[in-house]
């Protein structure tokens, strides 16, 4: 059983830093994703790294955060600087495989809050 496993969340005041990390346990995905979901909303795509390296954000968080991907640990990685107390959400990775399948992590929670 594929599984994901996100670390790197907790509280932080606006304006500072937070490193996310999604930890999968095979290196077999196509694309993977870093959502979130905030209290009362409905979840959003936040950024997306292909197997090629190819990144993708939403444009709330565009200058912002950084996506990336380490292969040989086959993790990827969520950089967030200049938080808002707008990110404060459930934060989930996504992972697509090569054939289509998807799984997804159990989240970690960022709170942006003074």
């Known amino acids: 059983q594929v599984q994901l496993v996100e670390s790197g969340g907790g509280l932080v005041q606006p304006g500072g830093s937070l490193r996310l990390s999604c930890a999968a346990s095979?290196?077999?995905?196509?694309?993977m994703t870093w959502y979130r979901q905030a209290p009362g909303k409905e979840r959003e795509l936040v950024a997306t790294?292909?197997?090629?390296?190819?990144?993708d954000y939403t444009d709330s968080v565009k200058g912002r955060f950084t996506i990336s991907k380490d292969n040989a640990k086959n993790t990827v990685l969520l950089q967030m600087n200049s938080l808002k107390p707008g990110d404060t959400a459930v934060y989930y990775c996504?992972?697509?495989?090569?054939?289509?399948?998807?799984?997804w992590g159990k989240g970690t929670m960022v709170t942006v809050s003074s």
């Open positions: 996504y992972a697509r495989t090569l054939n289509g399948v998807g799984y």
């Open positions: 095979e290196s077999i995905f196509s694309v």
């Open positions: 790294i292909s197997i090629s390296g190819r990144t």
